[in-house]
Structure formats: C-alpha cells, structure tokens
C-alpha cells in the first residue's frame, strides 16, 4: 500500500510498504490510543475521544520504500 503526506506544495514523503492493522484497544499499543486523543481532541473536540472509543479500525505502514520530494521555495534563495 501507499501513504503520502504533504504537509505543504514544496515538501511531500510518500512510503510504500505493508499495512498491519492496529487494534488500538489493546493494552500494548495504549501509546498510540493517547496519541490519537492528544492528537485529535484539541482539533475535532470532545467528540473525538467517542470515536476512538468505537471499533474504527487504523492500519500503519510497515514501511519498505520512502520517497521524499523537496523544492525550496523562490524566497529561499
């Protein structure tokens, strides 16, 4: 699978790799479960926190490729 983020248009990482499902209610990944609230809750509200309560199901990349673009912007020069 593929993931990309580009958190804006002079810099972009996409990996390519295997996903694994996350169960997020186990107690071996509760670090991540408090990254998503920490995460989310200051930006969706307190709703969030019921939605991460409820069986969505998240998926990370086992990564076996990254690419990463960069272009300065003109003012950088």
Known sequence: MSGSFVPRPEFAVTVR???????????????????????????????????????PTYYRVDVEKIYCYSRPNETDH
Do not use: N, R, Y
């Open 17 to 55: 790799g295997v996903a694994t499902e996350v169960d997020h209610h186990l107690d071996d990944v509760v670090e991540f479960k408090g990254a998503l609230l920490a995460t989310f809750v200051p930006l969706f509200g307190a709703g969030f926190a019921d939605f991460v309560e409820s069986p």
